[in-house]
């Protein structure tokens, strides 16, 4: 099959719909908060337009970069153990029957459908010492006594990686799915076990695939701010909550898109850098 | 297509028809309340449930306005809402209720339709405290509520009520407490300052302030939960999970009738009283619905309503109310309270802020 290059206007009008989705659902919201990033804060009330880099100096500080600090490496976390966890997960799902698979397919979408916030609670549960799981270990006599277990940095990381997994999963599958057999055959046939054919062949295979999918849950996982408020100490909160303090209960708004702003910008450099490493990689 | 819209109309239209003399015989207030209506903002909760239940269908039946309650959410984040709703001339509520600073930080921007006094019956018994009147003198803001932030435990875990905030600083109760986690809505600085420094002037400095932070810092070790959503820690309180802390005096008492082990005390530094204000959105439309609604509720007998049903403090004067002495004390205490300090959450809101962010936070 051969793929025509555009030539006239005509050819391009698919890309319209998506195109004036993208400059009204992101460029449009997105300048808007560049904007407000600059406008001068009003202690007293809210905010008028003008241009000063107050917010952003104000933002320039160890006590941020130490909160930002934090929210990159939690991030980074959560993406790292949800591949890992994910990707051998998909790749054995894939082995088995259509039915199983669309069972599991299922029953992960399900969990799609539980906002953050009954996550959260679900777990903060989980995790209590009046009703959490280490009353079952002290019932089967694992434990002396049931100790809470939140609030925790694991708690945290348990949360996020709960809330993550199956959208780790969703990404991974058709990836997965649509991998040459031959290619596992052919690894077996010249003497590699399973697992020396999983790592050799199918992880190297799929790279590229497995970069974009911690991308995407770095990005997801980046924007929690609810999770770690319930399952976590102050020390664990994320800059997103700090952002949300700043727009929702100071009325910060020109701070809280500084924030914003830096944080998108950091994430993007981040985001760069790995795709960069990537392609140098690819091409030795 | 025509004739399947035209029986669609014609089938609704008999369906209101019928629905309409169902209505006329059984319920004519409802009726007459359709034309008019207004949408009220209270706090989400057992608030927003106390007045669904005990307050707005009595409303509506004595006046013949509709009333659609609006969960609004505590903190600043209604008022973020309001103004940025304002601007683009809605009102997600046309009444709503206000703490103080935010009335304070909407009326930089006129937020609030100034209210004619003139309609309310009693105007003159209002605490004057309870009135917020914008700098040259309208009034932005007439007294809905006052609450109590007092200190709370849980019965199981604490047999003996506790008697001061300083509790709050006591090294046995380590990891226990459940505080609220802003400067603005939990005033630690001011129970620091009446506990320790002998009372709230103590902030007027920067000095006083950076004190009070210091003296704050100790009860950190204290701390398991710093709460922004009630709920968080209402949960963990009747649980006994987080078995002290500070919370709001009526929402426990609602919580003790309920039969939940849980007491609530007020120190002997007084506890902390707050207190909401109706404000009326300048994006509103319904200000004669409006006014109604602020007349019924400053009415002498709706707040002795709202202090047996919801357990509130009045905002009108003591002798005008028909609370009988036991009722005054279950909502109120004799012991002087603690009045936030407001000014300073409009004045030096955000380098407080950043000094509570980072002791909390670092």
Not at chain 1, 184 to 208: D, I
Not at chain 2, 92 to 115: F, H, N, V, Y
Not at chain 2, 207 to 222: M, T
Request: proline fraction near 5%; charge should be neutral; include cysteine.
């Amino acid at each position: 099959m051969r793929r025509e290059a555009p030539k006239s206007f005509a050819d391009y009008t698919p890309l319209l719909f998506p195109g004036v989705m993208l400059v009204v659902f992101f460029v449009v919201p997105f300048s808007t908060m560049i904007a407000v990033s600059f406008f001068k804060r009003n202690p007293a009330g809210f905010y008028t337009p003008d241009f000063v880099i107050d917010n952003y100096a104000r933002f320039l500080t160890t006590f941020f970069a130490g909160v930002l600090g934090f929210s990159l490496m939690l991030a980074v976390l959560v993406a790292v153990c949800c591949v890992s966890i994910a990707f051998p997960f998909t790749y054995l799902l894939t082995k088995r029957s259509r039915r199983v698979q669309t069972l599991w397919l299922v029953g992960l979408l399900s969990v799609l459908s539980l906002s953050e916030v009954i996550i959260g609670f679900a777990w903060s549960t989980l995790f209590s010492q009046t009703a959490g799981i280490t009353n079952l270990f002290v019932a089967l006599g694992l434990m002396d006594k049931p100790v809470a277990l939140l609030p925790t940095f694991g708690a945290v990381l348990a949360g996020m990686i709960y809330q993550a997994l199956p959208y780790t999963i969703l990404v991974l599958y058709p990836a997965l799915v649509r991998l040459d057999p031959t290619l596992l055959e052919a690894a077996r046939t010249l003497g590699a076990s399973p697992v020396k054919a999983f790592f050799n062949v199918v992880t190297p295979a799929l790279r590229n695939t497995i970069v974009a999918t911690l991308i995407m849950v770095f990005v997801f996982a980046l924007g929690s701010y609810l999770l770690p408020q319930i399952l976590g100490r102050p020390r664990h909160w994320t800059l997103s909550v700090l952002i949300t303090d700043q727009a929702i209960y100071q009325s910060n708004m020109p701070f809280a898109a500084a924030m914003a702003v830096f944080l998108v910008l950091i994430s993007l450099a981040l985001v760069g850098l790995t795709l960069l490493v990537g392609r140098r990689e690819n091409a030795l | 297509m025509t004739r399947l819209i035209a029986t669609q109309v014609s089938r609704r239209s008999v369906l209101g028809a019928g629905l309409a003399t169902a209505g006329v015989l059984a319920m004519p207030s409802i009726l007459r309340a359709q034309d008019k209506s207004l949408k009220v903002g209270v706090y989400g909760g057992y608030f927003k449930k106390s007045f669904d239940e005990h307050v707005f269908p009595d409303f509506t039946k004595a006046t013949g306005i509709a009333v659609e309650s609006v969960a609004e959410p505590t903190g600043e984040a209604w008022l973020v809402q309001l103004e940025q709703a304002a601007k683009a001339g809605q009102a997600p509520a046309d009444l709503s209720m206000m703490s103080q600073t935010s009335t304070l930080k909407g009326q930089s921007t006129e937020l609030w339709t100034p209210l004619d006094t003139s309609k309310f019956k009693h105007y003159g018994d209002l605490l004057p405290r309870f009135i917020n009147k914008y700098p040259d003198g309208r009034v932005a803001g007439i007294g809905a509520v006052a609450w109590w932030i007092t200190l709370v435990s849980n019965t199981d875990v604490y047999k003996e009520a506790p008697t001061s905030w300083a509790a709050f600083w006591d090294k046995a109760n380590e990891d226990k407490l459940g505080l609220l986690a802003l400067a603005s809505n939990s005033f630690l600085l001011e129970v620091t300052a009446k506990t320790f420094m002998g009372g709230t002037n103590a902030l007027d400095t920067e000095e006083g302030l950076n004190k009070a932070f210091e003296k704050l810092a100790e009860v950190k070790p204290n701390v398991r939960l710093w709460y922004r959503d009630e709920a968080q820690f209402e949960q963990a309180l009747k649980s006994g999970e987080i078995p002290m802390g500070q919370y709001y005096h009526d929402v426990t008492g609602l919580a003790i009738a309920d039969g939940f082990h849980v007491r609530t005390t007020f120190p002997k530094e007084g506890g902390i009283q707050d207190s909401g204000n109706w404000v009326l959105s300048r994006a509103s439309t319904k200000v004669d619905e409006a006014h109604a609604f602020i007349d019924y509720m400053s009415q002498p007998s709706m707040q002795g309503v709202m202090s047996r049903k919801v357990g509130t403090t009045p905002t009108l004067k003591k002798e005008v109310l028909d609370l009988t002495p036991a009722e005054f004390a279950s909502v109120s205490s004799e012991i002087e309270p603690i009045i936030p300090r407001y000014d300073l959450y409009t004045s030096k809101a955000d380098w407080i802020n950043q000094k509570w962010t980072e002791l909390i936070v670092g």
